[in-house]
C-alpha cells in the first residue's frame, strides 16, 4: 500500500498537462476528503451517497479521495471508478460497522491522508460513524474547513438520544457548514445540535434515472403486485405490512405481494402467510443487490412503503422513477419528496394505509392511472447527482471562504455552545489534541511526508491518460458497482 | 453564495424538495419549525397528589423500621415469642378478612382460588417454617454478627429500593426474597427457635401480605388508604423512638423528607420540562398487531 514516491515525479506532468477544466465557472477547485464508517463494501444510502457524489464531483474537476475504515482484509488504498481513492484505515470497528473513538487514536493516520492528499475541505458523513466525528474534531485542529451532512433523523426523548445529542453538539458547534437530506431533517438536527439554521443547507439525495426504468411487459395484467423493497426492521413499519397483507389479500383475490429485503421482521411476514395460507400471493424474496432492485420493481404497479421513521427515503423515488404508484406513511421527510398526484399519503396504521392502498388499487382497475413512462418522465429530471454535486460545490466554494476558528475561539465556542460542564471536558480534549497534533508534527514535519500520486482533480493523472475516453465513459461507470471496479495499488 | 435573502418574495417557500425554488440551500423561512410541539399531552402534577403517592414509599420505609423494632424487642427480652406469635396470627387473620371483604367488593369470582387452598398454604408455610426454625437458627452461628448486620441492611435496602411502589401486588420477587433474607439473618441472632419462627411469621406478615391489603385498599377504599400510611408512619417513628431517640429524629426527618420535600422538588423541577415532538419523530404503532397473527 501507499505510494512512495518523489514529490517531483508527480509535479512533472501534471506542469505539462492541457488544463480542460480551467473552463469551468467555479474557478475554484477544491481537494475533498470524505469521512464517513459506511463505505463500500457496506451497502446503503450513506455508501452510495458518497460514492455518487465523489463521482459528479470529479466530474466537475474537484479532487476527491474517500476515507474510510478497513472491511475484513480490505485495507489500505483502493482505487475505484474514475480514480476515485479510497483509504481503508486499519481502525478498530466496535459496534454496527462504527469504530470506537478515543478522541485521539484516529489522528495520526487522518493526519496522514490530510497532508499527503493535499486535503482542503473535511466532508464527514453520517451522525452514526464515530469516525466522522474524529475526523471532523482532527480537521478543526489542523485548521482545515469542514463540512458535514447527517443522513437520518433522531428523536429527543429517550437517554441514548439525548447522551448521542449532545455529542452531535460539540462535533457541529465548529464545524463550517451542516448539509442535510430534507427540511424536515435540517429542523431535526438544527434542533438536536443547538445550530444556527443558517449553517444547515438542504440538498436532498437523489437517484440515477436510467437504473430505474419502466418497463411495462415485466408486469402480468391478471393480478395486481404489491411491491415492497426495505430492510425488514421495525422502523420501517413491518408490523404494519403484516396487518394489511391479510386485510387486502381477503378482500382481492387477484392481489399479490413481492417483498424485498431481510431482517429480524421476516418473522413475521413468514407467520402471517402461513396463518392465512398465502404463500403463492406473498413472495419473500430476501436481501436483493442493488442492480436486481429494479428487475423487481419493474413487476408491481403499486410500490409500498411502511417506515415510521424516514430523512429522506430513495425508495419511493425509486418506486416511481420505474412507474409504480406509490402509497406510504406520513412520516419524517416523505411528504417533501414527491408531488401529491405521484404519492398517496397515508397515517402510520393499518386502517389509513388499507384506505390509501384501496383506493390506489381502484384507481388501477380504472386504468386511470397515468402510464409508467409518463410518471418515469416526470420524476426523472427531480433528483439528480449532478444537481446534487453542482448545490454540494456551492457550499464547499462558500465553505472555502470562512476561516476555521483559532484554538482560543474554538475554546469559546465550544464553553459557549455545550455548557460548561461538556464544553469544559471539550476544550481540554481540544488542547490535547492540539499537543497530539503538535507532537506529531515535531515527529514528523509536514513538509517530511510525500505528497501522493493526484489521481483525480486538478492535475489529476488519470485523467491524463484516459481523458479521451473519460467524458463519455465517466457517466456509464457511475452507474457500475464500485465493487467491480476495484484495483489494488 | 451568500446567506439568506429571498430574491422575490412574490413566490412563497415551500416546504417541498422536488420543486426547484429561487432560494438558497440554505435559506429559512418564516414557517421554519412551525411543525414543533412542546410538552404535548405532558401531565400536570398536583402537590397533594404526588405526597399522597410519595406517602407510599413513607409508609413502606416505616414498615421495616417497624420491623425492626419488634426484633430489637425480641432481642432484648421485652417481648415474648409467644405474644408476638397470637397478636400476628389473629393480625392475619383480620386482615385476612378485610382482604375477602375488598375483594368481593371489586372483582368477585374472577379469581377461583377458595378459602382451603389459602388454609393450606398457610398451614404448609407455618409447619415448615416451625420445623425447619431450629436450622435457620444456628444457621449463621459461624458467621460474625457484625457480617450479618451489615447483611441485613445491605438486604433491607434493597428491598426498598427495588420495590414495585407502582403496583406493589403482589411484591416484586427480588424485593421479597431481599427482605425474607434479611429477616433470616436477623431471627438467627435472636435468643431461641420459638423466637425464630414467630420473627419469621412476623416477617412474612409485614413484607408479603401487607403489600397485598395495602393495594386492595388503595383500589377501594382512597381515603382509608391514606389513614393506614399516615398511621404506619406514626408507628414506625413511635417504635424506634422508645428505642432510640436519635433514631427516630434521623427516621423522621427522611419521612418528611421523601413525602414532603421529594415532591416538592419534583413539582418545582417540572416547570423546566422542555419536550419537543414534531414531524420527524418515530411513528408508534398504536393498534394491537398481534390479533392478525394469533
Not at chain 2, 88 to 95: F, H, P, R
Request: contains cysteine.
Amino acid at each position: 500500500m501507499g505510494q512512495r514516491r518523489k514529490v517531483g515525479a508527480v509535479k512533472a506532468p501534471s506542469s505539462q498537462r492541457d488544463s480542460a477544466d480551467a473552463s469551468g465557472a467555479h474557478s475554484r477547485k477544491h481537494s475533498i476528503c470524505m469521512v464517513s464508517d459506511f463505505f463500500y463494501p457496506n451497502m446503503g444510502g450513506v455508501e452510495s451517497h458518497i460514492y455518487q457524489l465523489s463521482q459528479c464531483l470529479i466530474e466537475k474537476g474537484h479532487k476527491v479521495v474517500i476515507a474510510t475504515h478497513s472491511y475484513g482484509r480490505r485495507t489500505g488504498i483502493r482505487y475505484l471508478t474514475n480514480g476515485l481513492k479510497v483509504y481503508y484505515l486499519p481502525l478498530q470497528v466496535m459496534y454496527n460497522q462504527s469504530t470506537a473513538t478515543t478522541c485521539f487514536h484516529s489522528l495520526p493516520l487522518l493526519r496522514c491522508v490530510f497532508v499527503r492528499e493535499q486535503i482542503t475541505v473535511v466532508h464527514a458523513h453520517s451522525s452514526f460513524s464515530a469516525m466522522a466525528h474524529d475526523s471532523l474534531f482532527h480537521a478543526k485542529t489542523m485548521g482545515l474547513n469542514t463540512v458535514f451532512t447527517d443522513h437520518s433523523l433522531f428523536g429527543f426523548a429517550d437517554v441514548s438520544s439525548v447522551l448521542t445529542n449532545k455529542l452531535l453538539t460539540i462535533s457541529l458547534c465548529d464545524t463550517n457548514h451542516i448539509v442535510c437530506v430534507s427540511y424536515t431533517s435540517k429542523e431535526n438536527t438544527v434542533l438536536r445540535a443547538a445550530l444556527n439554521p443558517e449553517i444547515v443547507s438542504v440538498i436532498p439525495n437523489a437517484v440515477d434515472p436510467t437504473d430505474f426504468t419502466p418497463d411495462p411487459s415485466q408486469r402480468q395484467d391478471d393480478r395486481i403486485t404489491i411491491v415492497v423493497i426495505s430492510r425488514l426492521v421495525y422502523r420501517k413499519g413491518i408490523d404494519l405490512l403484516g396487518g394489511i397483507i391479510p386485510e387486502l389479500c381477503l378482500k382481492h383475490p387477484d392481489l399479490h405481494f413481492l417483498i424485498g429485503g431481510e431482517g429480524p421482521k421476516r418473522l413475521v411476514l413468514e407467520e402471517v402467510r402461513e396463518k392465512y395460507q398465502l404463500h403463492d400471493r406473498v413472495r419473500l424474496l430476501g436481501a436483493l443487490e442493488h442492480k436486481d432492485v429494479r428487475g423487481v420493481l419493474v413487476q408491481g404497479h403499486i410500490f409500498l412503503n411502511t417506515s415510521l421513521t424516514e430523512a429522506f427515503c430513495m425508495a419511493i423515488v425509486e418506486g416511481a422513477s420505474c412507474g409504480l404508484q406509490v402509497v406510504s406513511t406520513r412520516v419524517g421527510g416523505i411528504p417533501e419528496v414527491l408531488p401529491e398526484d405521484l404519492i398517496t399519503l397515508c397515517e402510520p396504521t393499518v386502517r389509513s394505509l388499507c384506505d390509501g392502498l384501496e383506493k390506489v388499487i381502484a384507481k388501477q382497475r380504472s386504468a386511470s392511472v397515468p402510464p409508467p413512462g409518463s410518471v418515469h418522465t416526470r420524476v426523472r429530471s427531480l433528483y439528480t447527482w449532478r444537481n446534487v454535486a453542482e448545490r454540494t460545490e456551492k457550499v464547499y466554494d462558500r465553505v472555502a471562504g470562512e476561516e476555521v476558528l483559532p484554538l482560543a475561539k474554538r475554546f469559546r465556542r465550544l464553553k459557549s455552545h455545550c455548557g460548561p460542564v461538556a464544553g469544559t471536558i471539550f476544550a481540554f480534549v481540544a488542547i490535547l489534541d492540539f499537543l497530539f497534533l503538535l507532537l506529531l508534527q515535531w515527529l514528523v514535519p509536514d513538509r517530511a511526508m510525500d505528497v501522493a500520486v493526484d489521481a483525480t482533480g486538478p492535475g489529476g493523472l488519470w485523467r491524463q491518460k484516459t481523458g479521451k475516453r473519460s467524458e463519455t465513459e465517466s457517466k456509464r461507470a457511475t452507474k457500475q458497482a464500485a465493487e467491480t471496479k476495484t484495483q489494488t495499488q | 453564495m451568500g446567506a439568506d435573502g429571498a430574491p422575490s418574495q412574490s413566490v412563497p417557500w415551500r416546504k417541498v424538495l422536488w420543486e426547484r425554488q429561487p432560494f438558497p440551500d440554505n435559506y429559512v423561512d418564516q414557517r421554519f419549525l412551525e411543525e414543533l410541539r412542546r410538552n404535548e399531552g405532558i401531565r400536570q402534577y398536583r402537590y397533594w397528589a404526588v405526597v399522597k403517592e410519595a406517602g407510599f414509599v413513607g409508609q413502606q420505609l416505616s414498615c421495616v423500621a417497624v420491623f425492626i423494632t419488634l426484633w430489637l424487642y425480641m432481642e432484648q427480652g421485652l417481648l415474648a415469642p409467644e405474644v408476638l406469635l397470637w397478636t400476628s396470627l389473629s393480625c392475619a387473620m383480620l386482615g385476612y378478612g378485610l382482604h375477602q371483604a375488598l375483594t368481593s367488593q371489586a372483582e368477585s369470582g374472577c379469581e377461583t382460588r377458595t378459602h382451603l387452598a389459602d388454609l393450606q398454604s398457610a398451614a404448609l408455610f407455618l409447619s415448615f417454617t416451625f420445623g425447619f426454625s431450629p436450622v435457620l437458627k444456628t444457621l449463621t452461628e459461624s458467621v460474625s454478627t457484625d457480617t450479618v448486620y451489615a447483611m441485613s441492611a445491605v438486604m433491607l435496602l434493597a428491598h426498598l429500593v427495588s420495590f414495585p411502589y407502582g403496583k406493589p401486588s403482589p411484591p416484586g420477587s427480588l424485593s421479597l426474597n431481599a427482605a425474607l433474607f434479611a429477616s433470616v439473618c436477623l431471627a438467627s441472632r435472636l435468643p431461641g427457635a420459638l423466637h425464630t419462627f414467630a420473627m419469621l411469621t412476623c416477617a412474612l406478615l409485614v413484607f408479603a401480605l401487607w403489600p397485598c391489603l395495602l393495594q386492595r385498599l388503595r383500589e377501594n377504599a382512597p381515603c382509608q388508604f391514606t389513614g393506614v400510611c399516615v398511621g404506619v408512619c406514626v408507628g414506625g417513628v413511635g417504635g424506634l423512638a422508645s428505642q432510640s431517640l436519635g433514631g427516630a429524629v434521623l427516621f423522621s426527618l427522611a419521612l418528611v423528607s421523601v413525602t414532603l420535600l421529594c415532591p416538592l422538588l419534583l413539582i418545582w423541577l417540572q416547570r423546566h420540562k422542555d419536550n419537543i415532538q414534531g414531524p420527524w419523530d418515530e411513528a408508534e404503532i398504536h393498534e394491537d398487531l398481534s390479533n392478525f397473527l394469533h
